[in-house]
């Protein structure tokens, strides 16, 4: 009884292994541009949605991933290739107008530090001025402070613990307490 169902369930197995999931073609090569899907990573935001940026020009091969360049910044990621797709081979003509609708897809950019905070009289709120992770000191840039929580609140409230400004870490603390969710009463 016994040999029978091994005998099935080896053939099964040989089945499953020879099935085309197991060799994906990837259709371009070191020197290309490729587009990367990115999944944003805000709270509200559906974690099967990806949104294709790029291009991104291919510099670099291994096992189980490609190394990507992103044209505007010159940050490299490496990227499963699953999560890319061929946009153009290594002769495209990289223009003005298309390094301009690379930089204008929303790249996600790391905050590197908090430089200062200040009272924006018109908006009545604070406003950070953040360091951004490879990016030219003057391409530092004022943010809303709800922004900034959203996205650092770590970075965030250590900013303002030693911010020596009751008032701003006031506002912090209020931002942080505003998000957790009200116990019932009964």
Do not use: C
């Amino acid at each position: 009884m016994h040999k029978p169902v091994k005998a099935e369930r080896k053939r099964q197995a040989e089945r499953y292994r020879a099935r085309y999931h197991y060799h994906q073609r990837v259709n371009f090569s070191i020197g290309d541009y490729v587009l990367r899907s990115r999944v944003d990573e805000k709270p509200h935001a559906n974690k099967l949605r990806v949104m294709w940026v790029g291009p991104y020009k291919v510099v670099g091969s291994a096992d189980y991933y490609f190394t990507v360049e992103h044209l505007v910044n010159g940050t490299t990621v490496n990227v499963h290739p699953s999560r890319l797709k061929l946009y153009a081979d290594d002769s495209l003509n990289v223009t003005e107008e298309l390094l301009d609708h690379i930089a204008s897809q929303g790249t996600l950019m790391a905050v590197e530090s908090i430089l200062e905070h200040r009272m924006n009289p018109d908006m009545e709120a604070y406003e950070i001025k953040v360091k951004w992770m490879g990016l030219e000191t003057i391409e530092d840039s004022w943010e809303p402070l709800k922004t900034m929580h959203e996205d650092v609140p770590q970075l965030l409230l250590q900013y303002a613990n030693k911010a020596n400004d009751d008032d701003f870490l006031l506002a912090v603390t209020s931002q942080t307490k505003s998000k957790t969710p009200r116990q019932r009463t009964n």
